[in-house]
Nanobody, 117 residues
C-alpha cells in the first residue's frame, strides 16, 4: 500500500511563486514515475508534469517554462516549483503515481492553490 500527501498550497498574488510538495509512504519501492495534475471546478483533471525516478521531467505545454518538477532525496518525494503564477493556475493540485508491478493508480488528497490579488 502506498499513500501520497501533498502540501504547500495557498493563496498567492499573480506573478508570485509557490512550491508544492508530495510525500510518498508505504511500499515505496513500487513508486517509480510521479506526476502532478490539477483540477478546477467543472473541469476534468489536467496533467501538469511527470518526473521519473531518475529526475527526467516532462511538462504540459500550458505550464512549460513556469513549472519545474523534481524528485526529492530520498526519491519518495516530488516537488513542483511554480513561478509567474496566473489566475488560471488556480486549481486543486494532485500528486499521482502508477505503481510498478500492480499498475494501481494512487492519488493524494490534493492541495488548493488560489492565485488572486
Amino acid at each position: 500500500q502506498v499513500q501520497l500527501v501533498e502540501s504547500g498550497g495557498g493563496l498567492v498574488q499573480p506573478g508570485g511563486s509557490l512550491r508544492l510538495s508530495c510525500a510518498a509512504s508505504g511500499t515505496i519501492a513500487l513508486v517509480k514515475n510521479m506526476d502532478w495534475y490539477r483540477q478546477t471546478p467543472g473541469k476534468g483533471r489536467e496533467w501538469v508534469a511527470t518526473v521519473t525516478a531518475r529526475g527526467a521531467a516532462t511538462y504540459a505545454d500550458s505550464v512549460q517554462g513556469r513549472f519545474t518538477v523534481s524528485r526529492g532525496n530520498p526519491e519518495t518525494a516530488t516537488y513542483l516549483q511554480i513561478h509567474s503564477l496566473r489566475p488560471e493556475d488556480t486549481a486543486v493540485y494532485y500528486c499521482h503515481a502508477k505503481l510498478f508491478i500492480t499498475s494501481e493508480d494512487i492519488w493524494g488528497p490534493g492541495t488548493q492553490v488560489i492565485v488572486s490579488s
